[in-house]
């Protein structure tokens, strides 16, 4: 299916036309907007939670003045016809997007234009995907869907229909699609940039979301060697799910605890079943994304409280605002010279006292139903940790005053994703109660190498050797001083690394609830003390860990 964007007619009208043009826009932007609430408040049960949250999202993009208003503009200023002048303020605002340096923000830009051709197809009369007798039909074999970029409405349709795959042209690792796909539990491959170029209607498609590469027309050995490993995949899944209520647990009696990474709250349920120990880090930036206002604090208050009660007595970790730089929050564009090393996170909030106040307050008021954690991004100084205590208790004083609760110790700690806190832990570990290392940032900033640049992708390594030492640096500091470290960038949840983890000393790792699973399996197959014993006599190499060495471990 070659569902590319809509070419669109340029013209410009006449001035008695103007105000029935704009009439012509809001009134699309709202049968648009009607479509996306219905099928937010018909979800089917099953569907998966993330599908709900990115059609809110959908639909507050439609009432963003950013494009609504200045669409408008466009008409009035420029005589643009309502399809010109939608798709010319998308295209401004997609560069805007595609400027930013974190990854997330950056793909973002993807439900800009998915929201705008949804638009433009009431706009033109036309449906958004293929007619509903062929999405409903059973007959035949499963369908591999291949289109340019496919919005959270219409993997929505397509659910339950006989498309067994996906594959698009744009997107990433964190695209909605991605998303998505994988709480389905449907192989995908996006950002493949042509393949509605190579693909036809009625040809055979393999979809191999595992390793990123889609065959078209396969030979027969391909087409059976494949469905022996569609075979294989469906036995260890069904294997990996007996560990749900198993111990995270080493061969040699060592715990391990196993906690989940989540966006946003409709998220932490998933997260519960499957068998998170707790909230390893809650990124509470997608509260404050895809909107004209930021969120008040009792919007936040309830956010960060329905995932508190929601884990029912398991930690909660909620990571502070983590914005800035390109990445701003109101009508205001800033590119900073460069990004990464801008105010973003703690520098953001702390240059905004007004803003990080309402967020703390509403953290410190959802600790009052259950346990919460509060980590701090992007900590470098510790005049940054002692002005966010200052702040903390600045908060502590104005629920006083108000005579709301909150718990009376909360923990807080620091991400360790900059060298220079590695580097010069200690007295970080002492004043702080926990630890999380951001391994994504730690490695950009360590090699410096741009994770988001594809010319230098292949340097980005997890296994050089400064990498290594940095993280048993900081996991050794925590262990002398007696305080909790964890691991919540991607190389926690990739069972690749599980084991030299293991062996550097880390007892708690965070990450994407699908990879609670197979983690676990790694940490029940492993002897901690020899993988310790293992990985220290190679930690001061030159070359980086060969992992091979590791698995007898």
Known sequence: MGAAALEVAHYRIGPEDVEGECRRLRDALTRAQADLHHLANTLPEDAPRELGAMLNVHGLLLGDPLLVDQAQALIRERHYNAEWALTAQGQL????????????LRERGGDVRQVIERVLHVLSGTPALLPEETICSGAGEPLVVIAHDISPADMLRLRGARFSAFATDLGGPTSHTAIVARSMGVPAVVAMGNVRDIVRDGDMIIVDGASGT????PSGTMLAQYR????IYADERAELELLRDEPSITLDGISVTLEANIELPEEAPAALAAGAQGIGLFRSEFLF????????????YQAYASVVKVMAGRPVTIRTLDIGADKTLDDEVTVATNPALGQRAIRYCLARPEMFATQLRAILRASAHGPVRLLIPMIAHMHEVQATFAAIASARRELDARGQAYAPHIPVGAMVEIPAMAIAIEPFVQVLDFLSIGTNDLIQYVLAIDRGDHDVAGLYDP?????????????????????????CGEMAGDPRYTRLLLGL????FSMHAQQLLDVKREVRRAHSNALRAKVANVLNRALPVDLARLEQA
């Open 289 to 300: 994304m895809g909107r004209a206002e930021l969120p008040g604090e009792e919007e936040q």
């Open 228 to 231: 022996g490993l569609q075979r």
């Open 505 to 508: 000393g880390l007892s708690e």
């Open 214 to 217: 889609v065959l078209v027309n």
């Open 463 to 487: 296994l050089h050797p400064a990498v290594l030492r940095l993280l048993a640096h900081t996991i050794n500091a925590g262990e002398r001083a007696g305080k909790p470290v964890a691991v």
């Open 93 to 104: 605002l997609g560069e805007q997007f595609d400027a930013m340096e974190d990854e997330y």
